[in-house]
């Protein structure tokens, strides 16, 4: 008997009642084939022979092309997995895929059995099956020697060869013996070392699978034609939509905007985006300019952009309404678009040392997203010769009509590397290079495992020990992590966060994380070490005290230059124009110029306690420190986040300062202790929460819109009374902040006497005061003669001069003083806050009701 129950997801509905106990695995394998012949499917002979194998209890590398179904063989695991009772969990690289894979299993298992965890959401984190990234795994192996993960997909799994990221596909193989893992790659080459390695830890057999065998082929084309030219007359063939790849945002960016002056799309094909775009968010500064690519038929992906764009463009894809998308390689990893040919703008790019062209890896990853089963019957894979061959290609063909000899191009002198059609076809044969093992030790790697809740304290290095020995890197470098862990052993005990206690009667030692320190505690960078050290050097008494921590946070995180670049780009503006003013000569200006730097607030003393750290940390090596001020500045200058872009001018980098932000939010919770946060610290990070949801909330908002009866979002184990709010309202703090923001603003805008700009932040529907910039003058020019000016500086914003009380159901009424010169603050703005019929985010909060004594 199997259940019935409604509404339940086809393959959940195949799984067995609690009451009836686990399926064999003869009872799995014919459920599972039958729901597959069900969907009109049939499987392949590769993954056939692959969920065989998993059913057999062992471990499997699936390396197969892209569209294979290897998504199919990861779904036979989980429904294993819920058939024996037990746990599984799906990991990848990237975030989107994770957010894809969840929708796809909560749409097989229902969204009851499914989890989400990807460090910026964390929803049913008690599900049966979990997507999470391949990070979150491995600390969650790291922290819980006990962690109960039956059965793990690792998807992607080439990415163990990363040179940043690689450890975290490697700590899972080496902390969780009692898994079955599942290793899927297009990419994957010789993984004989890895599979030896496994088989040692778990004592079970490690098979691989292996078929080149794609269900679309691919044909391939070299081509030396303009790029308009490429993309045009593989439209007329049919062959979009086009993937174009680029190797930088900005050439996605410039690429996309020089296609804008051919037509892909018929009337009705743009009709028919602009009805699908008709709901869509365009509500950031670069939402208008995106809008425009969308409805002329190109799309952009890259990391540049906000998340809920990206996710746009892969739903417009997925409908078909996209004849060109031109993006980054970050599609080479992950959703599934329906892509029919991808076009290499070029065959090398910047492999994090230099120019170089690119590994067989890289481009059979990229090319194997043209042709998906389902939509095509062909895929297609074009590159372009470099430029200046298509320029000569060009020169030769005038030649032939006028018959006098003309000049060569050559090829660039800089940011280029050679490569011809040799080259195409090398890569297209070539096996993957061999995965590389990646295992480092890092103060955060030690500290995970000191804080397991399993084992702990001197157990817990001694577990490190026993991962190095189990690593999968050669004698050796296992010799050199071992110095490097005994070194971090010693860092941390002296920075205070690991204590060291003497048995009694000479028993053995103890040791222990230092207690107070928050539970999601995390050393996440490089330098964060020097920040806690640095923390008991700041005056706690300062009025700036809550800034100089944010300072201290960013001085660690690596730099957005895009965002310091346009900082420094706009104090240059300024101080030529003071120069002129002044009369000062041109050699004169540029010299000073050239002193400049992007703003750099505590400079002196960053330095000086980072060079003082340095000195008696000699493992910082060639780590620097980097301050800078893009969160303090947002915060002292009272700017949103679509304020700071249209500042400085990012509306194609809101991506970047979202992501630099988010890793703001991340070291200012996870990295400072506890004690260490004073009320406006407290208030700084629920402010910035708050922005950082009011920005991008798609994610969220999409599980809601799945989730089955009863309580989706799981309250966290450390705090179980709490639950992710749905509207900003329901935490109280972070909407006191939101509010706070939203007052300082408008006084900022009052004090600086842009009357307009003030208008623009207040709510003019609600039936009171029709404010003007006229009115708005008026009722400030009593104050101003007064006294003058208002104070802006941080300490306008402390709490005790903004009161914020609730009148009635989502009502309330909120007043700001004013401070003065003199520091009097008789003056305040009286406001009032209706949210009865609408959300935070539905325009301008502040009923602004009058501005008196």
Same mark, same amino acid.
């Given at each position: ?31 599972? #084939? ?53 746990? =599984? ?24 059995? #499914? ?74 080459? $010789? ?18 699978? +292996? ?36 190797? =930088? ?5 410039? /690429?996309? /905007? ?37 409805? &002329? ?61 690119? =590994? #067989? ?16 019957? /062909? ?33 660039? /002198? ?5 490569? $011809? ?31 397991? !809740? ?10 490190? #020990? ?17 110095? !490097? ?18 048995? !009694? ?22 330098? =964060? ?10 005056? &706690? ?12 946070? !960013? ?81 002292? +200058? ?9 500042? %400085? ?39 910035? +929460? ?25 309250? +966290? ?26 007052? %300082? ?109």
């Amino acid at each position: 008997m199997v259940t019935t129950e409604s509404p339940r997801a086809p393959l959940a509905a195949l799984l067995p009642e609690r009451s009836q106990g686990p399926l064999d695995s003869d009872e799995i394998l014919s459920r599972f #084939v039958g729901w597959v012949e069900s969907t009109g499917l049939a499987l392949y002979p590769a993954q056939e022979e692959a969920i065989l194998e998993l059913l057999g209890g062992k471990h499997l590398f699936l390396k197969t092309p892209t569209g294979s179904g290897k998504s199919l063989v990861a779904m036979a695991l989980h429904f294993k997995a819920m058939a024996e009772g037990k746990v =599984s969990f799906y990991t990848c690289p990237i975030k989107a895929l994770v957010n894809e894979k969840f929708f796809a299993l909560c749409e097989a298992f229902g969204a009851e059995n #499914v989890g989400l965890l990807t460090g910026d959401a964390a929803i049913n984190r008690e599900a049966p099956i979990i997507c999470c990234t391949a990070e979150i795994l491995a600390n969650l192996g790291l922290r819980d020697a006990m962690l109960r993960a039956d059965y793990v997909v690792m998807d992607e799994f080439h990415y163990y060869a990363d040179r940043e990221r690689g450890i975290a596909w490697q700590i899972p193989l080496i902390t969780l013996p009692g898994t079955t893992f599942l290793m899927m790659s297009a990419t994957l080459g $010789d993984t004989h070392v890895i599979e030896e390695k496994l088989q040692e830890f778990t004592g079970r057999e490690v098979v691989s699978v +292996r078929s080149a065998v794609r269900p679309v082929p691919l044909d391939f084309e070299y081509r030396e034609t303009p790029l308009h030219e490429t993309i045009q007359d593989l439209i007329r063939q049919r062959k979009a939509p086009i993937y174009l790849v680029n190797f =930088s945002q900005r050439a996605a960016a410039e /690429q996309a /905007q020089n296609l804008m002056s051919v037509d892909f799309s018929t009337k009705e094909e743009k009709e028919a985006i602009r009805l699908a775009l008709q709901e869509a968010p365009f509500d950031t500064p670069y939402g208008k300019e995106f809008q425009r690519f969308l409805r &002329h038929g190109i799309g952009m992906h890259h990391a540049g952009l906000l998340p809920k764009y990206r996710l746009l463009v892969e739903r417009l894809a997925q409908t078909g309404l996209l004849k060109v998308i031109s993006g980054t390689d970050t599609l080479g990893v992950g959703v599934n678009i329906p892509i029919r040919t991808v076009l290499f703008t070029q065959l090398f790019k910047f492999n994090g040392e230099k120019l170089a062209t690119l =590994s #067989v890896r890289d481009f059979q990853q990229i090319a194997g997203r043209a042709g998906r089963k389902g939509f095509d019957t /062909q895929g297609s894979v074009v590159a372009q010769a470099p430029e200046h061959v298509i320029e000569n290609v060009k020169i030769a063909q005038k030649e032939a009509k006028g018959g006098k000899r003309l000049p060569r191009k050559p090829p660039p /002198q800089k940011g280029f590397v050679n490569y $011809d059609k040799n080259t195409f076809e090398r890569l297209q044969t070539g096996l993957p290079e061999a995965l590389e093992s990646r295992f480092e030790v890092t103060h955060g790697f030690l500290l995970n495992l000191l804080q397991s !809740e399993m084992v702990g304290g001197a157990e817990g290095y001694q577990r490190l #020990v026993r991962l190095i020995d189990r690593s999968h890197g050669s004698d050796y470098i296992k010799k050199r992590n071992l110095k !490097e862990a005994a070194a971090c052993f010693r860092t941390l005990r002296n920075a205070g966060l690991v204590l060291v206690q003497k048995g !009694e009667g000479g028993g053995g030692a103890s040791v222990a994380v230092a207690p107070g320190l928050q539970r999601d505690f995390s050393l996440n960078q490089t330098l =964060s070490l020097y920040l806690l050290d640095t923390l008991n050097k700041l005056d &706690h008494e300062s009025e700036t005290y809550a800034l100089d921590v944010v300072t201290l946070a !960013e001085s660690i995180l690596e730099n957005p230059e895009v965002v310091l670049y346009a900082q420094l780009h706009e104090l240059k503006g300024e101080k030529i124009a003071e120069m002129k003013a002044r009369g000062m000569e041109y050699d004169e200006r540029m010299a000073e110029l050239d002193k400049l730097e992007w703003p750099k607030p505590n400079r002196d003393f960053i330095y000086t306690t980072f060079n003082a750290f340095a000195d008696k940390h000699p493992w910082v090596g060639a780590e620097n420190i980097r301050p800078k001020s893009i969160l303090r500045d947002m915060y002292e +200058r009272y700017m949103t986040f679509h304020d700071y872009i249209r500042e %400085y001018g990012l509306q194609r980098s809101e991506g970047v300062l979202m992501r630099y932000l988010g890793d703001c939010y991340k070291a200012l919770t996870q990295t400072i202790p506890e004690r260490y946060r004073n009320d406006e610290l407290k208030d700084i990070i629920e402010w910035l +929460r708050a922005m950082i949801r009011h920005v991008d909330q798609s994610l969220l908002d999409e599980w809601e819109r799945l989730k089955s009866p009863g309580e989706a979002l799981m309250p +966290r184990p450390e705090a179980p009374a709490e639950r992710r709010p749905q509207d900003l309202t329901d935490d109280p703090r972070a909407f006191a902040a939101h509010v706070r923001n939203e007052l %300082y603003r408008l006084v900022r805008m009052l004090g600086l006497r842009r009357w307009a700009d003030a208008v623009s932040l207040l709510r003019l529907d609600a039936g009171g005061e029709a404010w003007t910039a006229a009115k708005l003058e008026a009722a400030m020019a009593p104050y101003f003669e007064e006294h003058g000016s208002v104070v802006l500086t941080p300490q306008a914003r402390r709490p005790a001069y903004t009161l914020l009380k609730e009148t009635g159901p989502r009502q309330w009424d909120a007043q700001q003083r004013l401070l003065d010169p003199e520091g009097h603050g008789d003056w305040m703005l009286d406001c009032a806050i209706d949210l009865t019929e609408r959300k935070v985010d539905d325009g301008p909060l502040l009923i602004l009701r009058r501005i008196g004594t």
